[in-house]
C-alpha cells in the first residue's frame, strides 16, 4: 500500500538493460522531484539518482532517471550481476506533507 | 565527507518507547539541511519517519505523528527518533540519513539498526 507503485521485480540478461517504473499522482511525482535508491542485500540504501534525472559523483553513466507527467522510470544499461538490488522511487508529497517511497523492485541479473 | 551513525537499545518492549540517535560526523548539522529518519520492517519497504531542521524545525509522516518525537542536538552534532507505545510492527531496521528538503532526497545513510520489538 506505497503511495508510489513500482513493479514488484524485474529481470534481465548481462550486459542488457532494464527500466523500473514508478508511478504516482499529481501530489507527489506530477509536482515534485523524483528520487532513486539502490540496496544491495544486507545493506542500506544509497542515492542512485536525484532531482529526476541527476546522478551524484561515483554512480556510473549506466544509471538514468526520466520523469513524465505522474511516472518516473529509472533505466539501467549494460546489466552487470553486481546490479542485484532492490531499487527505491521516492518522492514528496505536498497532500501528505511527507516524503513518500515505492515499495520496491528486485532487479534479478539472469 | 559526510557520515551517519545510528546507536540505541537492541531490544524494546511492547508499549515502551524506542529511543534511537544519529551520530554526524564531517558535517555541521547547523551548517543546514534537514535530517530524517526512514525505517524498514523486516522483508518491506521504506516509510519516511520525519525529519528536522538545525532549528528544531520538523516534518512527520501523518501515520505516525502521534507517536513521533525528533529533536536534534547541535552541541554534539547528533539528532535524535524517539517513538511511544511500540507494538510488534514497529520492528524495523531504523536508518538515519541527510534530507535535502525541496528537491526530497536522501543521501548519506547511515547504516541502520535493527530495532525488535518483544516481550
Known amino acids: 500500500q506505497s503511495v508510489l507503485t513500482q513493479p514488484p521485480s524485474v529481470s534481465a540478461a548481462p550486459g542488457q538493460k532494464v527500466t523500473i517504473s514508478c508511478s504516482g499522482s499529481s501530489s507527489n511525482i506530477g509536482n515534485n522531484y523524483v528520487s532513486w535508491y539502490q540496496q544491495l542485500p544486507g545493506t542500506a540504501p544509497k542515492l542512485l539518482i536525484y532531482?529526476?534525472?541527476k546522478r551524484p559523483s561515483g554512480i556510473p553513466d549506466r544509471f538514468s532517471g526520466s520523469k513524465s507527467g505522474t511516472s518516473a522510470t529509472l533505466g539501467i544499461t549494460g546489466l552487470q550481476t553486481g546490479d542485484e538490488a532492490d531499487y527505491y522511487c521516492g518522492s514528496w508529497d505536498s497532500s501528505l506533507s511527507g516524503a513518500v517511497f515505492g515499495g520496491g523492485t528486485k532487479l534479478t541479473v539472469l | 565527507q559526510v557520515q551517519l551513525q545510528e546507536s540505541g537499545p537492541g531490544l524494546v518492549k511492547p508499549s515502551e518507547s524506542l529511543s534511537l540517535t544519529c551520530a554526524v560526523s564531517?558535517?555541521?548539522?547547523?551548517?543546514?539541511?534537514?535530517w530524517g529518519w526512514i525505517r524498514q520492517p523486516p522483508g518491506k519497504g521504506l516509510e519516511w519517519i520525519g525529519s528536522?531542521?538545525?532549528?528544531?524545525?520538523?516534518y512527520y509522516n501523518p501515520s505516525l505523528k502521534s507517536r513521533v518525537t525528533i529533536s536534534v542536538d547541535t552541541s554534539k552534532n547528533q539528532f535524535s527518533l524517539k517513538l511511544s507505545s511500540v507494538t510488534a510492527a514497529d520492528t524495523a531496521v531504523y536508518y538515519c540519513?541527510?534530507?535535502?528538503?525541496?528537491?526530497?532526497?536522501?543521501?548519506?545513510w547511515g547504516q541502520g539498526t535493527l530495532v525488535p520489538v518483544s516481550s
Open positions: 532531482e529526476n534525472n
Open positions: 564531517g558535517y555541521s548539522i547547523s551548517s543546514g539541511y534537514y
Open positions: 540519513a541527510r534530507h535535502t528538503s525541496g528537491y526530497d532526497y536522501f543521501d548519506p
Open positions: 528536522i531542521f538545525h532549528s528544531g524545525s520538523t
